[in-house]
């Protein structure tokens, strides 16, 4: 079964910093690859996927993440974040002939201005 | 559309008492699902559906009933309610499984004394 960890529970930068969320997974075929966002009293939403092709896709909002195959990884990251991006932060995964998608356990950003 | 809807949006329950969070979806998806969040557990798929008739278990079923008689509502059913089943509850629905963008609803904040 698949499964994924997120390792920065709670990340705290000011703004114009640079992010960069971990993201690993644990599955042992082809995997779909999402990053979630929920921001404070609104809906999950997508930020961004992989289902193959070019290792570093491009979200909305500046968002951008790389799939590393080798290491298990979809790391997310953003060059320079504001205070808007103030949010929490779900990976998932889904694994090739699955219909389930399993999120990670968050990591919760707060931008300070 | 509406979107993806939950009722009811708070509910209070005793121990061993049964109840059935309502999700609706009018946009004639195929796949839907429930999640529960938890503080530091992220979201945990419960049940999910491909399609009318057809429902299977995710990652944590006990305790939970679905049925999926149309295309357009997912209930799911709380047997005899837990204090381990405070949680905030998510509907989502998508138009082609997990592959796609899954739309979710505003949640259902459940408190069982």
């Known amino acids: 079964a698949q499964s994924v960890s997120q390792h920065n529970h709670h990340v705290i930068l000011s703004e114009a910093a640079s992010l960069e969320l971990g993201c690993n997974y644990s599955?042992?075929?082809?995997?779909?690859l999402f990053w979630y966002v929920q921001y404070p009293g609104q809906h999950l939403q997508l930020l961004l996927k992989?289902?193959?092709?070019?290792?570093l896709v491009k979200g909305i909002k500046g968002f951008e993440a790389e799939f590393i195959k080798s290491k298990f990884s979809f790391n997310l990251r953003k060059p320079s974040v504001q205070w808007s991006d103030t949010a929490e932060y779900f990976c998932?995964?889904?694994?090739?002939?699955?219909?389930?998608?399993?999120f990670g356990t968050g990591t919760r950003l707060q931008v300070f201005p | 559309n509406a979107g993806v809807t939950q009722t009811p949006k708070f509910q209070v329950l005793k121990t061993g008492q049964s109840m059935t969070l309502q999700c609706a979806q009018d946009?004639?998806?195929?796949?839907m699902s429930w999640y529960r969040q938890d503080p530091g557990m992220g979201l945990r798929l419960i049940h999910y559906?491909?399609?009318?008739?057809?429902?299977d278990q995710g990652e944590v079923p006990n305790g939970y009933n679905v049925s999926r008689s149309t295309t357009e509502d997912f209930p799911l059913r709380l047997l005899s309610a837990a204090p381990s089943q405070t949680s905030v509850y998510f509907c989502a629905s998508s138009p082609e499984g997990v592959k796609t963008r899954q739309y979710f609803g505003p949640g259902t904040r459940l408190l069982v004394l």
């Open positions: 599955y042992g075929g082809t995997v779909n």
């Open positions: 998932a995964v889904r694994g090739s002939g699955t219909d389930k998608l399993i």
């Open positions: 946009m004639n998806h195929e796949y």
């Open positions: 992989y289902f193959s092709g070019d290792p």
């Open positions: 559906s491909v399609g009318a008739g057809i429902t």
